[in-house]
């Protein structure tokens, strides 16, 4: 079964197009799983803030009582 697009059939310059599409691609997607994981790490701190804020309250009024 052959694949429906082979590179040697390009040119040099062809081929150097489609290698920077494909880094581009791949740098594109890099930047967007990094940024996703930047975001959730930030969603992530966030939580365990409030959730030390919300510990912190409910030791003191526990205390009180």
Do not use: P
């Not at 040099?12 to 990094?34: D, K, P, Q």
């Not at 930047?38 to 526990?62: N, P």
């Amino acid at each position: 079964m052959q694949r429906g697009f082979y590179m040697d059939k390009l040119n040099e310059g062809e081929r150097l197009t489609v290698r920077r599409w494909h880094l581009g691609v791949i740098c594109g997607y890099a930047l967007v799983c990094m940024a996703l994981f930047g975001w959730v790490a930030l969603q992530t701190e966030g939580a365990q803030a409030q959730m030390a804020k919300l510990s912190t309250v409910t030791s003191a009024q526990a205390a009180t009582k």
